[in-house]
């Protein structure tokens, strides 16, 4: 086998030709430091109607391989080796003519953010009917046909509106479906999808996902599929390739992969995730020790060897290692892979001791937040309580960060009382809150990026906080807290000298958790916070969360739409739809039946990365309502398959309560409630 190579499963036999092939692909950059190697021998095989995906930490180069295939790769990007062929056809030695008619033709690329590949000036139409226009010579006319046509295959709503609407009028999965129909329009052989839902709420993601595929079989299109998410691999793509740090690490099925794991660094990967069928204390996660090297800074021999707890010196450390043929279609990238006993247990994490939550310290009675006619929050009732976590989960523009802005002073309540230690701040701006308050709420952004400033050091953003907040005047000890908190968040102590930019994503957001920490705080709003992180980092980060809360009893208001880190997380769950309480209760409660109709869709959306698993499908219709014109009667009626006519779309549901106070408002009996079955079925025990 040659080095680095990929075999696909499903790959074609003798005489056929796949519609995608990367032979030995070598892409570096050039700069000032030198030459830098971003992705080495790499090979993929893909023929028409097959979908590979590429997984792996930000900066493994899987966005890279992307980009080399549509020859995007910057002025200091090039390809120095190997080749890309097209139905055979070299696209590394075509000119720039030949490639105007390859991309957005031939190849099509669906980006992350759908807004940075529409024209904000630009009507929907006529965006869309400049590819027919310019690629078949189509008049205006016949143009906007085709255009109408294909975003009717999107299965957007009322497509006359959408074609006269700029982009920012539509939603953020309408969007993405305009971006989809986009790519299709010139019927491409290969589609590009990088991280092409991250972005997007999980019903709207599993809609895409579901889209993508019954779209790709239509045409036969062959999709390369570039995501972080394991489970939404193994929900869309026959074939994977894991890559760390510019090289195919693994290879093969994806279901076989993901069952028959054969290299440390995939094992790493999937115990990192925690699933939305098991708790932090029956199954902790595991981290990846250490980060991912710098391209320019590579270790000898095993890319990961560093990081890799089967690491041998005098084994791993010495040749480069080739690709190891497990089977047929099986490889890996480990020189151990023969010794390494695979079915061994990985070595467990902390494993958590459920503690009971102590006395009320957050306490929201019947908010109400709105906006001229909107009811951003409508008669909203939570208590957050001492040493617990609280997550607020819903679809964007349920009001979940309506509520936080609120809790925090950023905005002031309609109606209705927040409470924090027995005293209201529910209608005081957090410019008029007393030192005491302010010290006491304090918050985790979702961006690490955003909410450091590049120009200062860490010991002085963090050193900050302590002078405001926490009253320290000596600074003795401020810089003896500062070192403190560093310790705590897991980070080195030189790391006082640093600014934002010499830091990882995740590093930044330890920072911003020990920022928020430093006066102490009760109750910590923690907004997205591992959203924007690896799975690896997003498993270090969650466990550290839960070391300060155990520590030091702090409380979490977590927000999150991602349920899987929310089962893992939380203590109790708040589902949000349309800026009303649908369902509380405790975290195991929610997460099994009874389920409320919109509960059940959001947990059925879920991508799961383990192959033995069987989930239950609940399909729901139509986009989300305009908050500004919600419907009569119980807020979900108009996308529930269980709505029942002249009742949900008419009358307002009273809440249920179950065992352990567990709430559900809707008006199916409390027998057909309890009737439900789970979400997640255990393949073997069916």
Known sequence: MNSGEVISAGTAGKGQVPVLECRDLCISYRTRAGEVPAVINFNMRLMA??????????????????????????????????????????????????????????????YQEPMASLNPTMRIGEQLAEVPMLREGLGRKAAMAVVEKILAKVRLPDVARVVKAFPHELSGGQQQRVVIAMALLANPKVLLLDEPTTALDVTVEAGIVELVQELAAEFN???????????????TCESITVMYSGEAIETGPVAEVLREVRHPYTKGLINSIPRIDVSRYERPLTTIAGQLPLPSARPQGCFFGPRCSNFVAGTCDQAHVQMVPITATHASRCQRVAEIDWERPAEEGKLR???????????????????????????????????????????????????????LGLESASSGAVELGGK??????????????????????????????????????IGRVLRKLGGIKDEAEVQRKVLELLDTVKLPRDFVFRRPRQLSGGQKQRIGIARAIAGEPTVVIADEPVSALDVSVQAAVSELLLDIQEEKGTT??????????????????????????????????????????????????????????????????????????????????TRCPYAIKGVCDKDQPQAKTFANGHQIACHLSAETLLAMQPIILDQKAS
């Open 49 to 110: 109607g097959e979908a590979h995906g590429l997984v792996g930490e930000s900066g493994c180069g899987k966005s890279t391989v992307a980009l080399g295939i549509m020859r995007y790769l910057g002025r200091n990007g090039f390809i120095k080796s190997g080749d890309i062929l097209l139905n055979g056809r070299s696209i590394v030695s075509m000119t720039e003519d030949e490639l105007a008619q390859v991309r957005g033709g031939d190849i099509a690329m669906i």
């Open 221 to 235: 299109t062959a999709m390369v599929y570039i995501s972080h998410n394991l489970g939404l691999i193994l929900e």
């Open 353 to 407: 001791q459920k503690a009971e939550p102590g006395e009320v310290l957050l306490d929201i009675k019947n908010l109400t937040k709105t906006y001229g006619k909107v009811k951003a929050n409508n008669n909203i009732s939570v208590e957050a309580r001492r040493g617990e976590t609280v997550a607020v989960v819903g679809e964007s523009g349920c009001g979940k960060s309506t509520l936080a802005k609120v809790i």
């Open 424 to 461: 209201d701040i529910g209608k005081t701006p957090v410019t008029k809150r007393d030192r005491e308050t302010v010290r006491n709420l304090q918050m985790v952004f979702q961006n690490p990026f955003d909410t450091l400033n590049p120009s200062q050091t860490i010991g002085f953003q």
């Open 556 to 637: 979490f208001f977590f927000i999150s739409h991602d349920l899987s880190v929310v089962r893992y997380l939380s203590d109790r769950v708040v589902v949000m739809y349309l800026g009303q309480i649908v369902e509380q209760g405790p975290t195991e409660d929610v997460f099994q039946p009874p389920y409320h109709p919109y509960t059940e869709a959001l947990l059925s959306s879920v991508p799961i990365s383990d192959p033995s698993i069987v989930k239950r499908k609940v399909v729901v219709s139509a986009d989300v309502p305009s908050p500004s014109e919600p419907p009569p009667g119980c807020p979900f009626s």
